[in-house]
C-alpha cells in the first residue's frame, strides 16, 4: 500500500475515529469527577470575590493579548488540500508545540516556585499559538472573530470538567446554528467560567511542578502531555467541520 490512502479510504478512517472520539468524550461526569468538582467549588467559594476577579481579568487578557496578537504571524489558511495533506502538517505542528511546551515546562519547572508561576502565560502562548497553526492548516482564517472564538471553545473542551466538556461539545457540534448568534465581542465570552474551569483542570496537574528537584520533570511530562491532548481535541473538533456534521 502507498503511504499516501486514498481520499474515500482517509475519509472513512477519519470518520470511524471521530465517532469514536464523540463517545468517549461525551459522556455522564462519574462519581470521582463529581466529587473533585465539589471539593473544587467549596475551595473556590471560601475564596475571596476580589480575588476571583483579579485573576478572571488577568487570564481574559492573556488569552485575548494572544488571540489578537498572534493572528499577525499566523500563516494562510491552507487552501485545495485534502483532509490526509492537512492533517499530515498539523500533527508536525503538534509534536513541535508539544517539545516546545516540554522544554518551557522543564526549564520553568526546574526554577521553583518563581520560574513555575512563570509557566502559566508561557504555556498559555504555546497552547494558543498552536491552534492559530493547526486552524490555518484546516484552512480556516483565524483574522476572522469567529474562529478565533471556536478556539477558545476548542480549548475550554480540553480544559474543564465533564459536565462542561458535554455542553462545550453540544455547542461544537452544533457550530453553524451558533454563529448566528455568537457573542458581539469577545469581552461577552463567560471569562470568570473560563479561567474556573482551567485554573481547576491545571491545578492537580501542575501543582507538583512547583516542587523543587521534580518540578523539571513534572514539568516537562505535564506540558507534553497536555499539548498533545489539544492538539488531538482540536483534530477532531476540525473534523466536525470538515464533514459538516450533522447530529
Given at each position: 500500500m502507498s503511504q499516501s490512502l486514498s481520499k474515500s479510504m482517509y475519509d472513512d478512517i477519519a470518520t470511524a475515529e471521530l465517532n469514536a472520539w464523540l463517545v468517549k468524550t461525551r459522556k455522564k461526569p462519574g462519581f470521582i469527577n463529581k466529587l473533585t468538582k465539589s471539593t473544587q467549588e467549596g475551595i473556590n467559594s471560601m475564596i475571596p470575590e476580589k480575588v476571583h476577579q483579579v485573576i478572571t481579568y488577568a487570564i481574559e487578557k492573556m488569552v485575548k493579548g494572544v488571540l489578537f496578537g498572534t493572528k499577525y504571524i499566523t500563516p494562510s489558511p491552507l487552501i485545495g488540500s485534502s483532509l490526509e495533506q492537512r492533517e499530515i502538517k498539523v500533527k508536525k505542528i503538534i509534536k513541535i508545540y508539544q517539545n516546545t511546551a516540554s522544554a518551557e515546562g522543564a526549564i520553568t519547572g526546574a526554577g521553583g516556585i518563581l520560574l513555575g508561576l512563570a509557566d502559566f502565560p508561557a504555556f498559555l502562548t504555546i497552547k494558543m499559538k498552536m491552534l492559530f497553526e493547526i486552524a490555518a492548516a484546516y484552512g480556516y482564517d483565524v483574522k476572522k472573530f469567529e474562529e478565533r472564538l471556536y478556539l477558545l471553545y476548542i480549548f475550554k473542551l480540553t480544559f474543564s470538567s465533564q459536565e462542561t466538556r458535554n455542553q462545550t461539545l453540544s455547542l461544537l457540534e452544533n457550530w453553524n446554528?451558533?454563529?448566528?448568534?455568537?457573542?458581539?465581542?469577545?469581552?461577552?465570552?463567560?471569562?470568570?467560567?473560563?479561567?474556573?474551569?482551567?485554573?481547576?483542570?491545571?491545578?492537580?496537574?501542575?501543582?507538583?511542578?512547583?516542587?523543587?528537584?521534580?518540578?523539571?520533570?513534572?514539568?516537562?511530562?505535564?506540558?507534553?502531555?497536555?499539548?498533545n491532548k489539544l492538539g488531538q481535541n482540536a483534530i477532531q473538533c476540525y473534523r466536525l467541520r470538515y464533514f459538516d456534521w450533522e447530529i
Open positions: 446554528d451558533y454563529i448566528a448568534k455568537l457573542p458581539a465581542d469577545v469581552s461577552d465570552f463567560d471569562w470568570r467560567d473560563f479561567q474556573l474551569q482551567y485554573r481547576d483542570y491545571l491545578d492537580l496537574v501542575k501543582l507538583a511542578q512547583l516542587i523543587p528537584i521534580i518540578g523539571a520533570g513534572v514539568g516537562a511530562v505535564a506540558n507534553y502531555q497536555l499539548a
